[in-house]
């Protein structure tokens, strides 16, 4: 980007805001002079009430007057302002205002005490205009440093209170506030009430929040610094670092460097300065600016400062945000001068004195010349072009006490006349009148002097180039309004601030990264609010926004996405036949149940073989029709379940298991008691012919049903859903309802396998060529581990997977069952049917 590039777009700069019609440019020429911390501008002016009118020769005597530099702005202001009102035919007629310098040689802090009291003497006056014999209560102007109204104050207290009255311009100090102390002074500054919160709309604006403070240590300051800290914690805002610069020139020469390095090494680029400008504050600030250090300064207007830069460039803005107080445009000031005395004040003049106000139309002609930048070119550019004079907030405050002051008078001529005399005499009155004065200015402004009744005041803000060669710009960048509505306070015309910046966006300034979408921030002990670091979302929870402390849980039924910003919809799932493993697991039960059927086809086409007699074929019947059931059972268990299918799933596999059990119990009942009967006693063989085993069958299921009946009657199945188990799913399961009751059916099952399992050790070795005792005794074996193997892994999983465990369980048990019992005897009946014989019983019995 070339130098000043952006200056094309002046002219054809086009704003949405309706109050800002045409951007406000600055220029302005580096003066030679450089303040050195100890030397004080403090020329003070009177102002006092004459009958009759003014001439200009009277004006033109300020103007030819040898006065320094620096106060010429403050002697233009005051001459432009007295003819404004003398000229004005509504406030006092036939009286004006005349103005005088009080003027002390005194240069220095240290000097002020001894060399300002013989300034205060009333005796220099324009020859044939003012009679020394003065009778007219006057006021003393005094400024811009808080320190020499001080002195004033104190000096008038003593030795002119029944004549003088005190007004100052220069920034507003709480010191001068001090009624007591100073009851005849009045600032015409307002108090920088609504700064604190105008500079806090700023750095949110830019997203700052990691910024350096310098302030003077003064009262001042450190009322400023509380207010602001006041303001930032609202915000979570954060000072990189707090600088309080000593009044004292020596003890602040110690530790220059100290501060300087504080601002290199400190990772904040903005820095805000305030302060008292008469001190060593504005000594540092220029020594900052001078040595090229790259932030963006935020003061106020007192402190404008033009460098002799030859390093700018404008690809990232590092230069200066000032808050001034806002007033409308005061014009004709330059046209002014050059009536009063055209010889003495030329373009080139005017230039060194005051930020100039001018049309901000520039050509590439005239940007070719500012970029060339030398000192005579510079000037030349600046002096074609049509300015005015722009009223900085000291000025504006001169501007204010003169029509202050008319008023005052205007009032006393609304007194009887024979009372008007003594009121101008009588500074008491005129103090008490003063109070009270309010008005509005020729520009619209309104001015009160009743410190209950004072304004906050309304800030411009500019933005301050400094070129090389000491030739500065200022433009209007926006304004801040306590009045508007809030979060509408701050108005930035950004079209002009992409003008002069080249961007919209300015340099950030934080002390730690911004945590994005997904992550939130994480702070350690001991560090600063607007410094952390970032860590991801915890599971299922997202953020969505930068830099936020938690982030949201998703609900239940919803679930957090990959990168964590957004809760998405659960899909609604359970075990259905058309998930892989309820396939898996109904083709498993299907199968089962048809070999289970072709198992008990064999047995019924071969009833009459001594294999199946001797097993008690009914108890076989049972047992395959009970597996059967058990082998279908799991079918319930797969598909979208409902409150009856919760029912039916836990009474029909209690129930179904039982009746398998108790046969197996009742088959090894059986067993035992044939060969029981082979020993003397009739009582065995009466169980065996009467079918008391049969009789266990019925019991032990009945039991089951009772206690089924229990468990539907205090807690029975239902619906359940489980949004935890599966990542993006919400699985639909049936709840157990009361787990206890479970249990016990569980635990009822096991101890019917137990004792199946204890009878048929018992007979597993009676002699018999189809003795199934170690065929069930080995099933239950196999019975016991597969439930037992249940429990762990059954509480170790959630969801479908839960319901897909206790499916395998059932469907394992009773395989087990079906292989261990029937397939040896379905091996024996069809492929080794010789074994299935009489004889061969017989010839087992007889070895």
Not at 558 to 572: G, L
Not at 651 to 657: C, E, N, Q
Request: charged share 15%.
């Amino acid at each position: 980007m070339l130098t000043l590039v952006l200056f094309f777009l002046l002219q054809n700069i086009s704003l949405q805001e309706a109050s800002f019609v045409h951007p406000r440019c600055f220029w302005k020429m580096k003066q030679n002079e450089e303040n050195d911390g100890e030397s004080l501008t403090h020329d003070m002016f009177f102002l006092a009430p004459t009958y009759g009118p003014v001439s200009t020769e009277h004006l033109k005597y300020f103007l030819n007057i040898e006065t320094p530099m620096e106060s010429y702005q403050f002697a233009l202001a005051l001459t432009f302002s007295l003819d404004e009102v003398n000229r004005d035919p509504d406030l006092l007629p036939n009286m004006s205002v005349i103005g005088g310098i009080l003027r002390s040689h005194c240069r220095s802090e240290s000097q002020l005490h001894s060399c300002l009291q013989p300034s205060l003497n009333i005796d220099h006056y324009p020859p044939n205009y003012i009679c020394k014999n003065w009778k007219m209560c006057a006021a003393v102007l005094s400024g811009p440093h808080w320190l020499i109204s001080s002195i004033v104050g104190q000096s008038l207290d003593i030795y002119y209170s029944q004549q003088i009255l005190q007004l100052t311009y220069g920034p507003f100090h709480p010191t001068l506030s001090d009624r007591e102390q100073f009851p005849f002074l009045y600032q015409m500054a307002p108090e920088d009430t609504s700064l604190p919160l105008a500079m806090v709309s700023l750095i949110l604006y830019f997203r700052w929040n990691w910024v350096g403070l310098t302030i003077s240590d003064s009262d001042q300051g450190i009322q400023f610094l509380s207010y602001l800290r006041t303001e930032m914690e609202k915000y979570i805002l954060c000072f990189a670092f707090v600088n309080m610069i000593p009044l004292s020139i020596h003890l602040y020469m110690s530790r220059a460097e100290v501060y300087y390095n504080q601002i290199l090494m400190s990772s904040s680029n903005v820095v805000i300065i305030y302060g008292d400008t008469d001190n060593t504050l504005a000594v540092s600030f220029r020594m900052w600016t001078s040595r090229g250090t790259q932030r963006i300064w935020v003061t106020t207007s007192q402190f404008d400062v033009t460098t002799s830069k030859s390093d700018f460039s404008p690809e990232l803005f590092h230069g200066t945000l000032e808050f001034a107080h806002h007033h409308a445009e005061i014009s004709g000031l330059k046209n002014f001068i050059q009536k009063v005395n055209p010889l003495t004040y030329s373009d080139e003049h005017l230039a060194e004195l005051e930020w100039m106000n001018f049309n901000c139309g520039v050509s590439a002609s005239m940007c070719k010349t500012l970029r060339n930048c030398s000192s005579n070119g510079s000037l030349e550019w600046l002096l074609a072009q049509t300015f005015d004079m722009a009223f900085s907030d000291d000025s504006y405050d001169i501007y204010n006490a003169v029509y202050t002051m008319a008023h005052v008078f205007h009032e006393t001529l609304l007194r009887p006349m024979d009372n008007q005399e003594e009121h101008l005499s009588n500074c008491f009155k005129l103090n008490s009148l003063l109070r009270k004065i309010h008005f509005t200015n020729p520009v619209g402004d309104r001015v009160t002097m009743n410190p209950k009744e004072k304004l906050q005041p309304e800030y411009d803000i500019f933005q301050i180039w400094n070129f090389p060669n000491g030739l500065g710009l200022k433009v209007k960048i926006g304004m801040f309004s306590p009045y508007f509505p809030h979060g509408q306070q701050l108005r930035l015309y950004e079209d002009v601030l992409e003008w002069a910046t080249g961007s919209r966006q300015m340099p950030p300034s934080v002390c730690s990264a911004d945590c994005g979408p997904g992550f939130r921030t994480f702070r350690q002990e001991g560090m600063a609010a607007c410094c952390f670091d970032c860590s991801p979302c915890p599971e299922n929870e997202v953020s969505n926004e930068t830099n936020v402390d938690q982030c949201v849980k998703c609900p239940e039924n919803q679930y957090a996405n990959a990168e964590q910003i957004q809760c998405i919809d659960k899909t609604v799932s359970s075990l259905t036949y058309e998930d892989p493993l309820g396939m898996a697991l109904t083709l498993m039960a299907l199968c089962f149940s048809a070999f289970t059927s072709v198992v008990l086809g064999v047995f019924i086409k071969h009833h009459d073989t001594p294999l199946v007699k001797a097993n008690n074929r009914n108890l076989s019947y049972t047992l395959l029709v009970s597996l059967i059931f058990c082998f279908m059972c799991p079918l319930l268990f797969i598909g979208h379940p409902n409150t009856v299918i919760c029912i039916l799933q836990q009474i029909t596999f209690g129930v179904v298991f039982t009746l398998a059990v108790s046969t197996v119990l009742a088959k090894t009942m059986t067993v035992l008691l044939a060969f029981k009967v082979t020993t003397p006693g009739r009582r065995m063989r009466y169980y065996l012919i009467s079918g008391a085993p049969n009789f266990i069958i019925v019991i032990c299921t009945l039991i089951q049903i009772i206690l089924c009946a229990i468990w539907l009657g205090v807690s029975p199945p239902f619906i359940d859903i489980d949004a935890k188990s599966e990542h993006g799913h919400i699985i639909i399961v049936c709840n157990k309802g009361s787990v206890t009751a479970f249990y016990c059916v569980l635990g009822y099952h096991g101890s019917l396998a137990l004792g199946s399992f204890i009878v048929a050790f018992l007979a597993r070795n009676l002699p018999d060529t189809f003795n199934e005792a170690k065929l069930l005794t080995f099933s239950m074996l196999v019975f016991c581990s597969v439930w037992v193997s249940f429990l762990p892994v059954y509480h170790s999983t959630k969801g479908k997977v839960m319901v897909a465990v206790e499916v395998f369980s059932i469907l394992a048990s009773g395989a087990g069952l079906l292989g261990c019992i029937f397939i040896p005897k379905c091996y024996i009946i069809l492929l080794r049917p010789e074994r299935n014989s009489l004889q061969k019983l017989k010839e087992k019995i007889s070895s």
